[in-house]
């Protein structure tokens, strides 16, 4: 865990599992598509859409956000669609060292692995990761491999809107399309584009820096 702080993890977990499954099932239409990028070469729009869009307290947690667990535990009790409350460090956790599915072993390892990672990792170090192994389409993963995809132009040059519109597909990346958004996609997009406006551009960035890990 500790190497993973300057070592980049070349594939996930969820990578492996999606690509098994797609050969499994003799599914052509998967094309795998992934390329590491620094966080200096992605575009601060990014980080900050995604901050904005799946957890606004990225940086005054410890990797759990109580209120909004406790929030998703009283609107599952009324709803039979299931609400989650998943921080960013908690995705890294089950993207990078776990499989799919919901189960108590699961969910305890998640937990496991997210105090790891946040007492070895610094702040900017677990959005360098989620921006690198985040699915943002069917088989492409990464916001490098994203931007080209989507947009036709490396991840550095992404814009506010179209940072929006990746964040905006992250909750199921391979039903919402970021090519052609939907009306529900457009909706997000433009609930997450005041929020980050709410939120601050460089400010908030130069929050995540200044940020440290338990171990630092």
């Known amino acids: 865990m500790a190497l993973l702080r300057w070592i980049n993890p070349p594939y996930s977990a969820f990578m492996a599992e999606t690509q098994l499954t797609a050969w499994s099932n003799h599914d052509r239409t998967y094309v795998f598509r992934h390329r590491w990028a620094d966080l200096n070469q992605i575009s601060p729009n990014l980080p900050l859409a995604v901050v ?5 307290k990225f940086t005054a947690h410890w990797g759990f956000d109580v209120e909004a667990i406790e929030k998703a535990y009283e609107m599952n009790q009324h709803s039979h669609r299931v609400h ?3 921080t960013i460090s ?5 993207n990078l060292f776990l499989w799919s599915g919901r189960s ?3 969910k305890g390892l998640e937990a496991y692995f997210t105090v790891l990672i946040e007492a070895c990792w610094p702040k900017r170090r677990i959005i360098e990761i989620y921006l690198n192994i985040a699915e943002f389409g ?3 993963y990464g916001a490098e491999a994203a931007a080209e995809r989507f947009f036709h132009k490396p991840a550095a040059k992404l814009t506010r809107a179209d940072s929006a519109v ?3 597909v992250l909750p199921n990346p391979q039903r919402l399309n970021a090519t052609a958004p939907s009306a529900y996609v457009q ?4 609930w997450i584009l005041g929020q980050m406006q709410a939120l601050g551009g460089a400010e908030m960035l130069e929050e995540i820096d200044a940020y440290p890990s338990r171990g630092r």
């Open 52 to 56: 904005a869009s799946e957890d606004q």
């Open 166 to 168: 990746l964040a905006a």
């Open 138 to 140: 069917y088989g492409t």
């Open 90 to 94: 908690q995705q890294v956790a089950k």
């Open 84 to 86: 989650g409350a998943s």
């Open 104 to 106: 108590y072993l699961r």
């Open 187 to 190: 909706q997000r997009r433009d």
